[in-house]
């Protein structure tokens, strides 16, 4: 069996601003990350980050892995790297079993976790959804952004949060037409200044919509939309036929909390936090000690908030585990401060409510 | 309409299946696991876990934050079971 000090599962912004942080203290730290390289979600966003200087906006998302790997760096001997390796059980007693590609499979014992796993896409029940053509945002955004392949030629974005909104842009700057973007909602989830952005490009954004059926013989063709009511159920007499060979469905994340479910450690359905997340203290450490949680897992949110979480969750997993930073109790205070600051606001004011219910 | 909408994409389980089963009284979701296999596949229940519990809070007038999930398991994803065999001969020694 493989000894570890503090494992951290999963390498996007939150695990690698987990990995820096407990490095730098100290700690002794294993990235068990399941793609071949690092960086999670960071490496299909181009776009640039909103926030503030300390969690780099105005720089694009896929250059933000190459800012934190570098900073990764400065503390190598304190870190090492697994990639191409899933951490497929975590057991009550501790021990966590790793498989790496498909030939290799271990057992570590670590003294504290730091579970960054993130969230996966919610996807939406219409009559033929499974016709080829219809894709997750997130895969629009892979073929697009990290292997320079066009989805289609007409899409019709369905969700107008942030994603929908940067997809739909990402989309014309690829020459790919947008024809409408929908949303059940009756207002606009994401900011403003991407609203506004495609609506001067001549894209409507239909609030208050849903699909009600893909049409198509072998791929999409056709999406049938119509008009919900306030109780979001679908009003008859007001469907609309699109011509649409993409359906991108943007509507909404999950944290993904397959192995926190499976460890045993206490867990609530929060609406605001977007799904089942892990009751937990201001140290981000869940009812299980030694077993902390960072980023989307714990309430899905923006990866600025996900990388100041993954810096406050590594710097107390640390000294949890015997490696105080020399001034924790100003990194810490300062971390709490940033999250307050990217939680005021009205999009903020939504997630403290739901975090208010799992901190203890 | 119900018949090609697609709530598991692993198994390949409609919508008509699962509210036909809701209506029998199948009303959790690892009964329906048990008889549809949906949730067992590659995804275990990431694509099809969000859709069935809302279609059980509607048919039982539950809220949502009320349904139960299905258990989770080790592995999260396929194993060889060699592989397993190996790991436990090695600690073994």
């Known amino acids: 069996m493989k000894e570890a000090e503090l494992v951290i599962v999963g390498a996007g912004p939150a ?3 987990a990995a820096i942080s407990a490095a730098s203290s100290g700690a002794k730290v294993l990235i068990i990350e399941r793609n071949k390289s690092l960086g999670g979600q960071l490496v ?3 776009h640039m980050f909103f926030g503030s200087e300390k969690q780099y906006a105005s720089t694009r998302g896929i250059d933000i892995t190459d800012i934190l790997l570098t900073e990764l760096k400065k ?3 304190n870190v090492e790297i697994l990639t191409n390796s899933t951490v497929v059980g975590m057991y ?3 021990i966590i079993t790793v498989l790496h590609k498909e030939d290799k499979y271990f057992k570590i014992k670590p003294k504290a976790v730091i579970v960054c796993t993130g969230a996966f896409e919610k996807s939406l029940a219409f009559p033929n959804n499974d016709l080829p053509g219809i894709y997750g945002a997130g895969a629009v955004q892979t073929l697009m952004n990290v292997y320079g392949v066009k989805p289609g030629n007409k899409v019709l974005m369905v969700g107008a949060g942030n994603i929908g909104l940067i997809v739909s842009y990402q989309l014309m700057q690829a020459g790919v037409e947008v024809v409408a973007i929908l949303d059940a909602a009756p207002k606009i989830g994401g900011y403003l200044v991407h609203a506004s952005k495609i609506r001067r490009m001549g894209v409507p954004i239909l609030t208050g919509y849903t699909v009600k059926e ?3 013989k072998d791929y999409l063709e056709k999406a049938v939309i119509c ?6 159920q679908q009003i008859p007499g007001t469907e609309q036929t699109l011509d649409a060979d993409v359906m991108c469905i943007s509507v909404g994340l999950t944290p993904l909390n397959e192995l926190l479910s499976m460890s045993g450690c206490e867990m609530k359905y929060i609406p605001q936090l977007s799904g089942t997340v892990p009751v937990r203290n201001e140290d981000y450490e869940t009812t299980i000690e030694n077993l902390f949680v960072a980023g989307d897992i714990s309430g899905v949110e923006e990866a600025s908030a996900a990388m100041v979480e993954g810096y406050l969750a590594g710097l107390c997993a ?3 585990i015997g490696h105080k930073a020399e001034d924790f109790e100003n990194k810490k205070m300062d971390y709490l401060k940033q999250l307050s600051e990217l939680r005021s606001g009205p999009v903020g004011e939504h997630i403290l409510a739901g975090i208010e219910q799992i901190v203890r | 309409m119900e018949e090609n909408t697609i709530i598991c994409r692993c198994s390949d389980v409609t919508l008509k299946e699962v509210r036909d089963l809701i209506k029998e009284g199948y009303v959790t979701y690892d009964e ?3 008889i549809t296999r949906i949730g067992m596949g590659p995804c275990q229940g990431k694509t099809c876990g969000q859709l069935v519990m809302k279609e059980i809070a509607m048919s039982t007038g539950q809220n949502i934050k009320d349904v139960k999930f299905q258990t989770t398991r080790p592995p999260v994803v396929g194993v060889r079971l060699g592989l397993i065999a190996e790991e436990g001969r090695n600690n073994e020694e």
């Open chain 1, 318 to 320: 640390a000294a949890k």
């Open chain 1, 214 to 216: 893909a049409i198509g």
């Open chain 1, 227 to 232: 008009k919900l009511d306030n109780k979001f």
């Open chain 1, 75 to 77: 503390y190598e001997k």
């Open chain 1, 92 to 94: 009550e007693d501790g």
């Open chain 1, 44 to 46: 299909k966003q181009t």
């Open chain 1, 15 to 17: 695990g690698l601003c």
């Open chain 2, 32 to 34: 329906i696991k048990r």
